[in-house]
């Protein structure tokens, strides 16, 4: 490895003869190449950094990026191979081989590609000073990056990132003050969207989620009698309760759609002498489908709030699975809290503690149903995790 780094040296030492610059470059670039050979990955990428700042050079670029690689530093490293194949004009089999680390490193970090409204430079992780616009690699997980304008002022945005994710960021600069006067618009025009605006539009998109988990149902029976009497029973017993719902985010806090609430029921304990086919129930089946509404404390995650209303049927069986009553209907409400994290970009996971209460019935019985559940809930959100 030592005499391909030293190979590299006599058309760096056969230019040197124009300047300084040039001495100086073949200086630490042989420096870079014994720190190399020692050893000291970090000490030789350092060096040969120097010898490219002094004379650009895809050959110091090609050997800093595999000294970073070997000192653990896989985002600077990325960059210098990025930059020694954009420049070219080197040995080919070293070509062929910064292509192949290239695409290995960048599995390992989130390659961002920065642009910005006005002339600035950009500062992130190992990289001070970038002209915008630019393409840089940073390992994945919170990312800070700060935009110096040319202009005057900076501007500061944080990121979530992801493994092998290639992210385009485009930031604004500030705008200069204005005289209060000058800040109505005219008659007949309209002031172009706030920042906020484009963000709620970028934060719609539609979701899946699935739901499951167990609970318990109250069930308050009531029969008409002739004469105008009335007998009553209950029914108590265990539930799992699952949900199916399609919906749509309108802006970081709110989301709508439509969902299914299924609840199984298994051998309630039930109470009614004046009906013997009720005591008989072994299963049951209530189903609840209807609008939902969904308020989040923070941009689609955390802690949230869901609503829904809706219809409600209601069917009962006996243990060996023949009808009781399979004609029970009426509406229902749903009302839950719960809280979500994400798991990736597009997944996120949760739990819920969910309350409904149904009013139905049928010819021979009216239902004052009781649900409450604690669920577990998984969901695809097309919009992405908020950056």
Known sequence: MVLALLSLLPALSHAADPGAAENKAASLFKAGAEAHRKG?????????D??????PSAAALYNAGRAWQKAGQPAPAADRFREALKRGNFDPAQMEDAKRRLAALRRLVTQLDVSG????TLSVAHVTGAALPVTVHVPAGEVHLYVTWLAGGTSARTLRTEKGERVAVFVEAPRPERPDSQRVPAAGTQEPPSAANKSSASNLGFFF?????????WDSLEQSLSGGFKAEGSAVGGILENELAIGMTVNQSLAFGLAASTAFISEPEVEFPSDPDLDRIGTGVLVLTGPFVIWYVRQNVGWHVQGMLGGAALHLSDAEGSPIDNRILGSGLLAGVGYDWWLSKHWRSGVMLRATAAALESERTQHSVFLLSLQGSLTWDGTGRPR
Do not use: E, K
């Not at 000291?40 to 350092?46: E, H, M, Q, T, V």
């Not at 120097?50 to 004379?55: G, I, L, R």
């Open 40 to 48: 000291d990955y970090l000490g030789a990428a350092r060096f040969f």
């Open 117 to 120: 409204s006005a002339d600035g």
């Open 209 to 217: 989620r699935f739901a499951l988990g167990p609970g318990l149902l």
């Open 50 to 55: 120097a010898a490219h700042a002094q004379v």
